[in-house]
């Protein structure tokens, strides 16, 4: 099993620019997450899945729209990328008994 | 909403020595406990979780103790090994539909020789 993926690995956008980063997890569990890590700040949620077909806001949702796409897929897009996106950008899903394995990151940079 | 908070934020021990994180949580509904390390570049690996009807729990070298009166928990690492040397976060969710984790801020745990 690969457990949770994320692409791309790196990604650096112009400001006003979009993008979408990618998700799947392959442990057939029903609750996914998107979280954003800054330095000093740990991790923030921006938005989550708790089963295919909803999606709710996090802490940070401002900026971000988000898509379930299927049970293993779930996608977050930036529509307007702004420099205080720049973050890294970590996926993680979570099966019964509420463990949460995360994917490898995506290091975005907005210029 | 919730709101965890961490110390220290940096901790060097001596290899062989013992290791404490501390974290309190603002929610009394939250009954949910992880504890992450992720080292540079990497990914946050949950260690250990601790749930709001145990007081402590064990896995090897690694302790987690919760205080749901005082609302804190703790970290204990003994017999600590340059290998431990990574960040580690500990977090709090209510556990409902999902497990929304509110995360504390790190601590930079060094382990020297």
């Known amino acids: 099993n690969a457990g949770v993926t994320q692409t791309p690995k790196f990604q650096v956008l112009k400001t006003g620019q979009s993008m979408t980063l990618q998700c799947a997890q392959d442990m057939n569990h029903n609750s996914m997450y998107w979280y954003r890590q800054d330095p000093g700040m740990g991790l923030r949620l921006i938005y989550y899945s708790a089963s295919e077909g909803t999606t709710d806001k996090g802490e940070v949702p401002n900026g971000y729209n988000v898509s379930r796409l299927n049970k293993r897929e779930f996608s977050l897009r930036l529509e307007s990328a702004a420099p205080s996106q720049t973050s890294v950008y970590f996926c993680?899903?979570?099966?019964?008994?509420?463990?949460?394995?995360f994917g490898p990151g995506t290091r975005l940079t907005v210029t | 909403g919730e709101n965890v908070e961490q110390h220290p934020s940096t901790l060097s021990v001596q290899e062989g020595d013992s290791a404490v994180i501390k974290c309190t949580y603002s929610d009394s509904a939250s009954n949910y406990f992880p504890w992450y390390k992720q080292e540079l570049g990497k990914r946050p690996q949950l260690i250990i979780d601790i749930r709001s009807n145990v007081g402590e729990k064990k896995d090897q070298r690694i302790a987690v103790t919760l205080n749901k009166t005082a609302k804190h928990f703790s970290l204990h690492i003994t017999e600590t090994q340059p290998e431990d040397s990574a960040v580690y976060f500990c977090?709090?969710?209510?556990?409902?539909?999902?497990?929304?984790?509110?995360f504390g801020t790190g601590t930079r745990l060094q382990v020297t020789l």
């Open positions: 977090a709090a969710s209510w556990t409902g539909t999902a497990s929304k984790l509110t």
């Open positions: 993680a899903s979570s099966g019964p008994y509420y463990e949460q394995y």
